[in-house]
Antibody, heavy 122, light 111 residues
Framework: EVQLLESGGGLVQPGESLRLSCAAS????????MSWVRQAPGKGLEWVSA????????YYADSVRGLFTISRDNSKNTLFLQMNSLRVEDTAVYYC???????????????WGRGTLVTVSS | QSALTQPASVSGSPGQSITISCIGT?????????VSWYQQHPGKAPKLLIY???NRPSGVSNRFSGSKSGDTASLTISGLQAEDEADYYC???????????FGSGTKVTVL
């Protein structure tokens, strides 16, 4: 069974940093792109960032480019999101999701983890 | 990149069919067949319903179907059931500065 488990969320002050992790199991981790998607309280879904299977290619939403860094450790089946200079508007539940298969053509997110809550407040 | 446009809410009676629209542009919905749909119940993670416009993953009820015409994608739920009451989001691959864009979300109410 494919499982994704996020961790690392919490309460931080504006301007501080936080590193999220997503532990993956049940599939060949390095064969799939991975994404982070966030959801502010009471709001819709927002794609944040994606990384290719090898980690060589990374992509970001305009809202976080230059502030967040996505990475992965394929030896530990773990995805990361380093979030710097956090703003109040970054407050959200952050989900990791399994993405496109390397060499595949379909593009979708399945499955999703349960999410980890990041709260940015003074 | 603005969110894809979805109606804020759609409602229907049990057994009826409803359709949720997802309006984008030629850079996203209209330019590719990489539209997916997700169902989210309160407090839960989103669940994939449809991928690549009209494909249904194994385990997803055949009451859910997807289609696309031009810059507009659609999700149809037939034989509406109480358990279908949830939020629904479309998502598209995009050639804009970002990689993916989600829809604004639609709350489905079963009357």
């Amino acid at each position: 069974e494919v499982q994704l488990l996020e961790s690392g969320g919490g309460l931080v002050q504006p301007g501080e940093s936080l590193r999220l992790s997503c532990a993956a199991s049940g599939f060949p981790f390095s064969s799939y792109a991975m994404s982070w998607v966030r959801q502010a309280p009471g709001k819709g879904l927002e794609w944040v960032s994606a990384i290719g299977g090898s980690g060589a290619y990374t992509y970001y939403a305009d809202s976080v480019r230059g502030l967040f860094t996505i990475s992965r450790d394929n030896s530990k089946n773990t995805l990361f999101l380093q979030m710097n200079s956090l703003r109040v508007e970054d407050t959200a539940v952050y989900y990791c999701a399994k993405g496109k298969e390397v060499g595949g053509t379909s593009r979708y997110f399945d499955p999703w983890g349960r999410g980890t809550l990041v709260t940015v407040s003074s | 990149q603005s969110a894809l446009t979805q109606p804020a809410s759609v409602s229907g009676s049990p057994g009826q069919s409803i359709t949720i629209s997802c309006i984008g542009t030629s850079s996203d919905v209209g330019g590719h067949n990489y539209v997916s749909w997700y169902q989210q119940h309160p407090g839960k993670a989103p669940k994939l319903l449809i991928y690549d416009v009209s494909n249904r993953p194994s385990g997803v009820s055949n009451r859910f179907s997807g289609s696309k015409s031009g810059d507009t994608a659609s999700l149809t739920i037939s034989g509406l059931q109480a358990e279908d009451e949830a939020d629904y989001y479309c998502c598209s691959y995009t050639t804009s500065s970002t990689l993916y864009v989600f829809g604004s979300g639609t709350k489905v109410t079963v009357l």
